[in-house]
């Protein structure tokens, strides 16, 4: 399934001047910065959902309802039928 994902931007160069002024070495600066950005990159893999995936569980949350409404009325008429 193709997922439209909007792009964020991220500047990396950026990233590792700053962290060069804040007196980190370059050579671990670049590699922060590239594990930064793995880590960003999984993340946002793993944990976003789009438009369409909201909707299917928005329709499965619909039925959800739909049932337990069903099951605490029979509930509510069974309970009611043993005491009238």
């Known amino acids: 399934m193709?997922?439209?994902m909007s792009?964020?931007?991220f500047?990396?160069?950026k990233f590792v001047k700053d962290l060069e002024t804040a007196g980190v070495p370059p050579a671990q600066a670049e590699a922060?910065?590239?594990a930064q950005q793995e880590i960003l990159s999984q993340a946002?893999?793993?944990t976003l959902a789009t438009k369409s995936d909201i909707a299917v569980l928005d329709a499965k949350i619909d039925k959800l309802s739909?049932?337990?409404g069903i099951l605490i009325a029979i509930a509510i008429a069974n309970f009611a039928k043993q005491f009238f």
Do not use: G, K, Q
Request: hydrophobic share 50%; charged share 20%; no cysteine.
């Open 2 to 4: 193709l997922r439209n």
């Open 7 to 9: 792009a964020i931007t």
């Open 11 to 13: 500047d990396t160069h």
């Open 32 to 34: 922060f910065v590239r």
């Open 44 to 46: 946002l893999d793993t």
């Open 66 to 68: 739909w049932m337990m």
